[in-house]
């Protein structure tokens, strides 16, 4: 696989400050694919030094002018379609067949998305008004400065189009760290910045681990705001720094998202869907609707389908993406089986000798105490729990420290959404609402701070100035 061994720094590839390296590592065969360099601080402060100089230019660059070199980055990636899928699954890996499906069909649905959410921050930035009368004042929003951005590899280009293209809409430049699993796709997004024409020292990409590098950006006194999506535990951690130092912070973190089948539902679909939510990218997503509650009187029915919807996915699904991740998924299937939960499908027992696969698994007889009911398994594990009534549906959805998403299914949509609106969580599908990329999508509770997609995601990036007259 290709790999830069520079850092994309000021608009071009720079070698790195360091000589230590990261391994890039397939893990559906576990062989390593590529290195990248590992950042160090002095990498960090160059890249900021960069951006911080950038910046007065390019939040003085005119709304038409910074939508129009967005929408030349969506040009990029939906023109280098086929790369981008095939680098995504080569670090994020994915079996045999599915890979080809993968090469086959979907690089242009993959791709076409975050291209659609690069166009709909160029048309944002084109038509949002930065100005405002709000009687004797004039109030103008402005990019709040230099944004450290630092993502997770679950998504990988998601994840950083997310980021990158508010900010780069709002005015704001930026200075990203990849997760060290997927460097591979955050450096074809450099190049894809690249040839869109941004300015040099408006992007700027350090790759390395996450408490070198990416702690390094967090601290840094020339970064004005962090942007982190990752884990609740290096969120809290990243959060308190931003804190002390009265700077600006967006988190998006775990979930342990309730999918809530009312009696009144079409059990068969919800049960379906519901399941195909969780096996969908192995598990790894973090607004997966890991725990399935169900009616008493529809459990064992409920069970079973969800048993069989998981055999069908057999070896259809890819790895987890690294060793750590295999040996943590497994960890928490064992421990679900020791508290007392029954596995109806699935197990902690390796499928393959080589590659980090986890059996799609299915748990019954789940009480809302237990750890696989509490923690984020990030994996394709999915909990059965019965409820007795609505008020205990929704005490069992609400009852854990994180509020991401979540899905209510019902004969009517306003039985459903009566029920939605009394859950403490970001995102609510309704008998299977399809995703929106421009819904704000961010955690109530522990699930985080802030939103992005959208107009919700655009003002992260923004401050406001009000002059009097
Ligand atoms: P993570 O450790 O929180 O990583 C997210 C990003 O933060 C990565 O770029 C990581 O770098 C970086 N990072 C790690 N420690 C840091 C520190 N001290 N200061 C600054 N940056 C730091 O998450 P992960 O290891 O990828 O996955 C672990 C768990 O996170 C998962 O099991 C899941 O619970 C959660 N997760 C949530 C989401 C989500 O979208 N909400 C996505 C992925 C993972 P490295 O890559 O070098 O570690
Ligand atoms: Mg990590």
Redesign the pocket.
């Known amino acids: 696989m290709k790999a830069h061994d520079g850092m994309y720094i000021d608009g071009a590839w720079r070698p790195a400050a360091g000589r230590d390296t990261i391994p890039v590592v397939n893990p559906a065969d576990e062989q390593i694919i590529a290195h990248v360099p590992a950042g160090t601080a002095e990498d960090v402060d160059a890249a900021v030094r960069a951006a911080r100089a950038a910046l007065p230019a390019w939040a003085a660059t005119a709304p038409a002018e910074r939508a129009a070199r967005i929408a030349a980055l969506r040009d990029v990636l939906v023109a280098r379609k086929d790369e981008i899928a095939a680098t995504i699954t080569a670090e994020l890996g994915a079996p045999l067949p599915f890979s080809q499906a993968v090469h086959a069909g979907a690089p242009v649905l993959v791709a076409g998305s975050y291209a659609e959410l690069a166009a709909s921050y160029a048309e944002l930035a084109a038509s949002y008004a930065f100005e405002e009368k709000v009687g004797n004042s004039t109030v103008y929003s402005e990019p709040v400065g230099v944004v450290g951005a630092?993502?997770?590899?679950?998504y990988p280009l998601h994840q950083i189009v997310a980021k990158a293209a508010p900010a780069l809409a709002a005015g704001c430049t930026v200075v990203l760290?990849?997760?060290?699993?997927t460097p591979l796709t955050a450096q074809l997004f450099a190049e894809a910045v690249h040839e869109a024409g941004v300015p040099a020292g408006v992007f700027n990409l350090v790759t390395g681990?996450?408490?070198v590098a990416?702690?390094v950006l967090?601290e840094h006194d020339g970064v004005d705001l962090v942007s982190?999506?990752?884990?609740t535990a290096?969120g809290k951690?990243?959060g308190a720094t931003a804190g002390a130092a009265v700077k600006r912070v967006a988190l998006?973190?775990?979930?342990k998202s309730a999918n809530v089948i009312l009696p009144s539902a079409d059990l068969a679909k919800a049960v379906a869907v519901g399941v195909a939510n969780v096996m969908g990218n192995s598990g790894q997503t973090?607004s997966a609707w890991t725990r399935m509650l169900v009616h008493t009187s529809q459990y064992d029915e409920a069970v079973a389908l969800a048993a069989e919807a998981a055999a069908k996915y057999g070896d259809r699904i890819g790895p987890l993406v690294n060793a750590k991740?295999h040996a943590?998924v497994r960890g928490y299937i064992e421990k679900g089986v020791a508290e007392g939960a029954r596995l109806v499908a699935g197990g902690p027992e390796a499928p393959c000798e080589q590659g980090y696969f986890v059996s799609p698994t299915v748990f019954a007889d789940v009480t809302p105490e237990m750890t696989i009911a509490q923690e984020?398994i990030?994996g394709p594990v999915v909990s059965l729990i019965r409820y007795e009534d609505e008020d205990d549906a929704l005490r069992i959805a609400n009852g854990t420290v994180y509020g991401l998403a979540g899905a209510v299914w019902a004969g009517d949509e306003v039985e459903a959404v009566a029920f939605a609106r009394r859950m403490d969580t970001g995102q609510v599908d309704i008998n299977g609402g399809r995703f929106n990329p421009l819904a704000p999508f961010g955690g109530y509770k522990q699930s985080g701070v802030g939103r992005e997609l959208g107009s919700h995601g655009l003002t992260e990036y923004l401050q406001t100035k009000s002059l009097q007259f």
């Open positions: 630092i993502t997770p590899w679950n760290k990849p997760a060290e699993d681990l996450g408490p990416g702690q967090a982190f999506t990752g884990s290096v951690q990243i998006e973190l775990g979930g973090c991740q943590r984020e990030f």
